[in-house]
């Protein structure tokens, strides 16, 4: 076991007022959108700049926290072999999740037949003009067009486009670079663990403005989409929404309880990132807290900044259940028979369609068109009989999605033998634990803490503990050139003392 285990009796962290805590803001802000886009549309309409806004500015900064972290994590390691096996265990857990995922969804919908008695005539579907592009797209994607468009045609681009595939592969590249350096590369991993610090303190900032996003984004929702949507079709909204219930309680939470730690204990400390993904719809935004909450919770950052981007692009357990669920109510409403080995085979065409559109606006109908082109026995056309409450579906993928990348990320580190299982079930507890040997160069209260008072981050790293946070040691070279890695497997930043 890499990481000391807290000792000491247990402390419960003191209790913040309720209106000082972000997560109560940010729910109060959905309340009061869902009341405004619904009492007055046109002006929830007007809304939608507050949310864009506040969305595209987190989005700003998931590019760069990505690139550092992995860096910051690869470069620090002294054996290079342990994150090649890292990556290969959490690719093995993201492809048995997502085909977990899809078998639920598959289940359910074959169970309530829901699409029966609809009825529809793919031949007289009107398609809209923003359907129609998400549809043409998924008709020219490959599946196998994920593998080449991992590899970016410049350095920049991936950063501008926000592509978190490419901007992983940059960054694996670079860490492995940095990593070989040695002793010369010291000075650069200094900057970029100081960076990183710099990037989480601007990231606290733009969350003061969480409330303002999620009332924009919920208002904008509610205001241009209505809550006819939801009554029409309310049936397969709500089997969508128990089916995912049933997979974050009965396999997420199994994989938990293999681990010894509670799920829903676990789901309570990250409330302000859930909070923040209801009132957008997007997980993006919730990254970079998952991440560095996941640190303070025991696991090795190389793990949890290798894990956590590549999960947001292959694991998406959400997106998979709605997948195989959408697929088959659309065979169902368009009286097309398929038959168990049929079913199947549109699994295994969706494991990999399913990647192609990873991180690419309206990525789920794109995934979606490409399946069913594919398959070519299920009209494409069909989608538009989901279209209209594709938005009230988002906010459950990306919710299930979050949930399944804080668990494998738990699962992947336990398996590396790097978990310190009681530090996580202390901290999911709400107990106060000191900071972690080497979280960061920084002192805790000023990088993990995303928002100062108002987040329930500081409950469990109080400021007059972060005070006493050592500065790294200084820079002694890889366990080849001088001996024995540190106690913590990681190389520490340079220092001018040295």
Known sequence: MDHITTAGAATRAPKTPLYRQLYFWVLTAIVVGILVGWLAPSVGIAMEPIGTTFVDAMKMLIGPIVFLTIVGGIASVADLKKVGMTGLKALTY???????????????????????????????????????????????????????????????????EGNILQIIFIAVIFGIALNAMGKVGAPVLDGVQRLTGVMFKILGFIMKAAPIGAF????????????????????????????????????????????????????????????????????????????????????????????????????????????SLAALYIA????????????????????????????????????????????????????????????????????????????????????????????????????TVEPMPAEDPLHLDEVADIDGDLTGYGHHAPKEISATHAEPAPYVGPASDVGPATPAGRRPAYSETN
Not at 101 to 123: E, P, S, T, W, Y
Request: hydrophobic share 50%; glycine share 10%.
């Open 94 to 160: 993201f492809q048995v999740g997502t085909i977990l995922a899809m078998i639920f969804g598959l289940v359910a919908i074959n169970v309530f037949r829901l699409g029966d008695g609809v009825n529809a005539d793919a031949g007289s579907i009107e398609t809209s003009e923003s359907a129609a592009k998400l549809i043409d797209a998924g008709a020219n994607q490959e599946w196998w067009q994920f593998l080449t468009k991992v590899i970016p045609e410049s350095m920049v681009a991936p950063f501008a």
């Open 216 to 323: 924009g984004a919920m208002a904008y929702a509610v205001g241009k989409f209505g809550v006819s949507s939801l009554t029409s079709m309310g049936g397969l909204i709500a089997l969508f929404y128990i089916t995912s219930i049933l997979f974050v309680v009965i396999v997420l939470g199994s994989i938990m309880a293999f681990l010894k730690l509670n799920i829903f204990k676990m789901i309570r400390h990250l409330k302000e990132e859930y909070m923040l993904i209801l009132g957008t719809s997007t997980a993006e935004p919730a990254l970079p807290g998952l991440m560095r909450k996941l640190e303070h919770a025991g696991v090795k950052k190389e793990t949890v900044g290798l894990v956590v981007p590549t999960g947001y692009s292959f694991n998406l357990d959400g997106a998979a259940i709605y997948l």
């Open 332 to 431: 169902q409403a368009t009286n097309t028979d398929l038959t168990l080995g049929e079913q199947l085979g549109l699994l295994a065409v969706m494991l990999l369609t399913s990647k192609g559109a990873a991180g690419v606006a309206g990525g789920g109908f794109i995934a979606l068109t490409a399946t069913l082109t594919t398959i070519g026995t299920i009209p494409a056309a069909g989608i538009m009989l989901i279209f209209g409450i594709d938005k009230f579906m988002s906010e459950c993928r990306a919710l299930v999605n979050f949930t399944g990348n804080a668990v494998a990320t738990l699962f992947i580190a336990w398996w590396d033998r790097t978990l310190d299982a009681d530090r996580a079930r202390r901290v999911f507890n709400g107990e």
